[in-house]
């Protein structure tokens, strides 16, 4: 059975930094497509970056380029997800997401992910 869990979320001050991390268990984690989504109040589902297995390719939404680093340890079937001069308006809950399938290149939209984490929330406030 697949499971993906996050840790690292919580309460920061605008300009701090958080590390998401995404444990997975259930599969063959070195060929996986990983990405982050965010969630936040009243808005939709946004990929924030994602990792591709075969390249080392990554994604960044603009709104966290420059600051966000999504990065892997395959030995520790980890995903994380370095977050830093972080800001109000990046306050969500935080979604890892993997396809197992493998396939190569970044996994874009949603429907690409099967298999998700509950989320951890992270909230940026003075």
């Known amino acids: 059975q697949v499971q993906l869990v996050e840790s690292g979320g919580g309460l920061v001050q605008p300009g701090g930094s958080l590390r998401l991390s995404c444990a997975a268990s259930g599969r063959t984690f070195s060929t996986a497509r990983m990405g982050w989504f965010r969630q936040a109040p009243g808005k939709g589902r946004e990929l924030v970056a994602a990792l591709a297995w075969n390249s080392g390719s990554t994604y960044y939404a603009d709104s966290v380029k420059g600051r966000f680093t999504i990065s892997r340890d395959n030995a520790k079937k980890t995903v994380h997800l370095e977050m830093n001069s972080l800001k109000p308006e990046d306050t969500a809950i935080y979604h890892c997401?993997?396809?197992?399938?493998?396939?190569?290149?970044?996994?874009?939209?949603?429907?690409?992910?099967?298999?998700w984490g509950q989320g951890t929330q992270v909230t940026v406030a003075t």
């Open positions: 997401a993997a396809d197992f399938a493998p396939r190569y290149g970044l996994a874009a939209r949603p429907d690409e992910y099967v298999h």
